[in-house]
């Protein structure tokens, strides 16, 4: 881990793989889509409706895993000062902020037809909704103080507070009685979905990933780049 | 020990001192009450149903407004630092004045809450859940909004930027506190709503300390 510390160094392997992560996401995507919206069935109950659920799905799940991917940063920013790890959870917050309003957006778009609301408070919306307020937090934080390098802290010790909204989101559809269902992918009895469903699903999880991973590198050179500006503005360079 | 005590003696006494501060922020609580029944007009029925989640939520915006006395002010003319080379742990000098700022602001937003609560025609079974409720609630406010004054210091625009770390923080003790007057005012038990909200106090005293420490000595960097 600390052989990749320097980002020189880590910036070389991700650029090599950079055009591998962009053709698998292409490639998945097509499949995941070809999948979702011809091959897989509709819902017995839901119709056609049910194809948004190949988009909620794989937003929720990034969502909540670029905040864990936040903060596993956010504690080795703290625990170790890995710059690194700083520039990685700068350039994943605000792709997890898009993922978590596309979240909310198709569940609102998804709860109108079937529950007969866009909004409802219960416990699973109201945690994501937390989740995105952590996030705008997070972001904010980032950019508060006139230094650049100085908010990297204080929002890593936000982010990390923040950690506990993490179990509530998985857990708040066990644990309470809500209007969203409970989990079908994560069970201990398997998925409680029938093949030819779950498989476009996790082609779109699959291409969703590869697609946060592929903005990151991009997002990563930005911040590589802007680093490296303001170092040449320190040290009084011109062109 | 004794610096403890001390410390949030010191607290305490600069609160009294600026005692306009406090009085401000209680005159805010009391006149943003009062817009309510301005707001959506002064029938009973509806006040009484509304009455229990205004005072929460006054009581939450209350206590975020007046966070920034908390750390911002000994920061600003380097007592702070002082206080931080000091030989005492830092978290229990956080701890500290948290306790002292609770005693300051939490305390006074208690003893006028349930003349607020009566001006907006709260049910009679709700005093005693909206109480304990406070009781329980405003110190873990006053705890998790230590974490986000210590966040922004020397911030741009931070009492912006405070609300916007905090509010979300505050949602979980706010959810417990008026569901549980929810549950008196149905002839439902509220007691395991105040375990909740005692679970949250018991976590946040020793971690929002630590955090807050952690975040002041980063600032002072």
């Known amino acids: ?239 | 020990m004794a610096a403890f005590f001390s410390l949030i003696r010191r607290d305490l006494q600069l609160a009294l001192r600026q005692s306009a501060d406090l009085a401000m922020v209680l005159a805010f609580f009391v006149i943003a009450a009062s817009l309510f029944p301005l707001a959506v007009g002064p029938d009973k029925v509806v006040l009484g149903r509304i009455a229990a989640g205004v005072v929460w939520v006054l009581a939450l915006l209350s206590v975020m407004m007046s966070l920034d006395r908390l750390f911002h002010n000994d920061y600003q003319d380097g007592a702070l630092e002082l206080i931080v080379l000091g030989p005492q742990p830092l978290i229990l000098v956080v701890l500290g004045k948290v306790l002292a700022y609770w005693l300051s602001t939490g305390l006074p937003l208690l003893i006028l809450a349930p003349v607020i609560a009566m001006m907006l025609n709260l049910e009679e079974a709700a005093y005693l859940p909206l109480m304990t409720g406070l009781l329980l609630g405003t110190p873990v406010l006053a705890l998790i909004g230590a974490v986000g004054a210590a966040l922004s210091l020397g911030a741009r625009r931070a009492g912006l930027l405070m609300a916007l770390l905090v509010l979300p923080l505050y949602m979980p003790v706010l959810i417990f506190g008026v569901t549980a007057i929810e549950a008196a005012t149905t002839g439902f038990n509220w007691q395991p709503h105040m375990l909740y909200l005692g679970a949250i106090l018991a976590a946040a005293l020793p971690l929002a300390p630590w955090a807050a420490a952690s975040a002041i000595r980063q600032a002072l960097d």
């Open chain 1, 1 to 239: 881990m600390h052989r990749f510390a320097n980002p020189t160094r880590f910036m070389k392997v991700a650029d090599r793989l950079f055009p591998f992560v962009s053709a698998g996401f292409l490639a998945l995507l097509a499949w995941g889509l070809y999948g979702a919206l011809l091959a897989s069935p509709e819902d017995y109950q839901q119709g056609s409706t049910v194809r948004i659920m190949y988009i909620h799905v794989p937003s929720a799940y990034l969502a909540v895993m670029i905040y864990g991917v936040l903060a596993a940063c956010s504690a080795s920013v703290l625990i170790w000062k890995h710059p690194l790890a700083d520039l990685i959870a700068r350039a994943s917050a605000p792709v997890g902020l898009v993922f978590t309003v596309l979240c909310l957006a198709t569940g609102s778009l998804w709860g109108k037809p079937m529950w007969g609301t866009w909004w409802d408070w219960d416990a699973r919306m109201t945690s994501v909704l937390i989740l995105f307020f952590l996030y705008l937090g997070y972001i904010a934080l980032l950019n508060a103080f006139d230094d650049p390098a100085r908010g990297s802290k204080p929002a890593a010790i936000l982010a990390l507070v923040g950690v506990v909204n993490l179990p509530v989101i998985k857990f708040s559809v066990d644990w309470w009685n809500t209007l969203h269902q409970p989990a079908s992918l994560l069970r201990f009895d398997g998925p409680a979905m029938p093949a030819s469903m779950l498989q476009p699903l996790l082609v779109m999880m699959a291409a969703f990933t590869f697609f946060y991973l592929m903005v990151l590198v991009i997002r990563l050179r930005a911040e590589f780049a802007a680093a490296r500006i303001r170092t040449l503005r320190i040290t009084g360079a011109s062109e």
